[in-house]
């Protein structure tokens, strides 16, 4: 019995593939082995956990839950306009919007997010008169994603190669129906893995909007936290929840990778 | 076609691609440019067709002088249909769809009238098997045709190939020059850049051999091949029949 065939995958060379039991069972191996790396710390501080003062907030936890789920898609919805909007400033032709743009993502690229937010609520929304936390948290979270969008969208753009523009401008195709019936449908296909990536990212971000007192996910976590003194129990149910939103569109970004990789 | 170039310079870089490049046609319906690589063919060709400014110098064709502004540019690129080297065809769409794309878009067809034209003219090119296919689908040679057939379906009033076969291989060459040949019989006026020597021999009506940006000779065809003035043109044409 060859005991490496069950544990080794054959050399790359080996097209055959794998019994979908053999990945069953050595997924379950990975799993259980991180899953002993927990344990015996654990073990050892003889940390006893406390589920049940933690279940009696379980509606905070749902509700932060819920919360942070609408701000994520209010975000989405936001930073992808602003991301199409800033990523065709930056090919326009007029001028200062050319330049805006690049100012914008430069400058939102590179700061961190947790300054952003900071400056956005006790100076700028301060400044506006914007008083509703939830609102601010959605405007600042969209512009921070905003910037990255424009330049998943902007590759996207760019990787149309300048043959089929030619090709475009010869037939008579005026610059927006080039965009409209050439450039679009294909960049579209490019952009949507690496935009659904961007989405895992918001949706892990705002949970640095917890500093701002926004009832999201994280906050309710934090004060259950602080009310039931169980560290551990407020916390694990937390990444639980933000890996239940992430994983399944982990999944389908690899599946639409897959799709298009023969597409060329 | 009536086709009259005047002078026409053109610089890229600071190198002289195009140096007074000047010639009169009358009552030709097919020019071949020939001549070494680099010669200026292809930047020719992409003036005639409106896809680069000249430096200066002038161009007319059929009495019409050709505004390179970009409005009247437009409209001038509308009624020249083009076929490169290699990717022509938009490879998010079908066959079909590639060719009823500037019929509805540009040239405002209703969709079914369309589809009809290019119906029409995919079974008179033997494309009819591969309509529904996309570009990755199709062979060297198919994707070619599918770019003629696209170019004529406009009713151009020029057509314009620039080295169409270069990237294929002598079956699909063959295929190519066929329908190109067919065109040709059609009366269908056009301007061709190629290698394909014996092809020019007998397609062609009017010879003109580019070489450093100029014009080294321009005749009827049976004069460039059968007794060239120049030196050069001579020693060009040897070489290239060689094989």
């Known amino acids: 019995m060859q005991w490496s065939r069950l544990f080794v995958a054959p050399s790359p060379a080996d097209k055959t593939p794998l019994p979908l039991w053999l990945k069953a069972c050595n997924f379950a191996i990975a799993l259980l082995l991180i899953s002993l790396a927990f344990y015996f710390p654990f073990q050892r501080l003889a940390y006893h956990l406390r589920w049940d003062s933690v279940y009696t907030y379980r509606q905070m936890f749902f509700l932060g839950w819920l919360t942070t789920i609408s701000i994520s898609i209010g975000s989405l919805l936001l930073s992808t306009t602003i991301g199409l909007l800033a990523a065709l400033a930056q090919r326009s032709r007029l001028l200062p919007l050319r330049y805006l743009s690049k100012i914008y993502i430069e400058l939102v690229r590179g700061t961190p997010l947790l300054v952003q937010i900071l400056i956005f609520f006790y100076v700028v929304a301060d400044a506006l008169g914007v008083s509703d936390r939830y609102l601010v948290g959605i405007l600042t979270l969209s512009f921070f994603s905003g910037a990255y969008i424009s330049e998943i969208i902007r590759a996207g753009i760019e990787s149309i190669g300048k043959s089929q523009l030619e090709s475009a401008r010869a037939i008579g195709l005026t610059r927006s129906q080039t965009y409209r019936f050439v450039i679009f449908p294909q960049a579209l296909r490019q952009t949507l893995p690496p935009l659904a990536g961007q989405f895992v990212s918001l949706i892990k971000d ?23 003194f169980s560290t551990l129990e407020s916390y694990i149910p937390l990444a639980a929840g933000y890996l239940i939103l992430t994983l399944p569109i982990s999944l389908w970004t690899r599946y639409l990778e897959r799709k298009h990789r023969f597409e060329t | 076609m009536h086709l009259s170039l005047r002078q026409i310079c053109k610089r890229f870089d600071g190198h002289l691609v195009l140096d007074a490049i000047s010639l009169d046609l ?21 003036i005639i067709a409106g896809l680069e400014y000249p430096d200066s110098g002038e161009v007319s064709l059929n009495g019409e002088p050709v505004v390179f502004e970009e409005p009247m540019l437009l409209r001038h690129r509308r009624t020249i249909g083009t076929v490169f080297q290699a990717f022509n065809l938009f490879p998010h769409l079908t066959a079909l769809q590639n060719i009823t794309l500037p019929l509805e878009k540009v040239h405002n067809h209703p969709p079914a009238e369309a589809e009809e034209i290019a119906r029409k003219l995919i079974d008179r090119f033997r494309l009819e098997k591969h309509s529904a296919k996309r570009p990755a689908e199709l062979s060297g040679g198919q994707r070619q045709r599918v770019a003629i057939a696209r170019a004529v379906s406009i009713k151009p009033r020029l057509l314009l190939f620039d080295e169409p076969t270069s990237a294929l291989d002598p079956e699909m060459t063959a295929d190519v020059l066929d329908m190109i040949q067919e065109l040709r019989q059609e009366g269908r006026d056009f301007v061709l850049v190629t290698h394909e020597m014996g092809f020019a021999r007998q397609i062609a009506e009017h010879v003109a051999v580019l070489s450093d940006g100029r014009i080294a000779e321009s005749g009827p065809v049976q004069q460039i091949f059968e007794n060239p003035a120049q030196p050069a043109t001579r020693q060009f044409i040897a070489k290239v029949l060689k094989y």
């Open chain 1, 206 to 228: 705002s949970s640095l909007l917890s500093v701002i007192s926004i009832n999201e996910f994280t906050w309710n976590a934090q004060a259950v936290n602080s009310r039931t």
């Open chain 2, 26 to 46: 009358e009552k030709v319906h097919t020019l071949v440019l020939i001549g070494p690589s680099g010669g200026g063919k292809s930047t020719l060709l992409r």
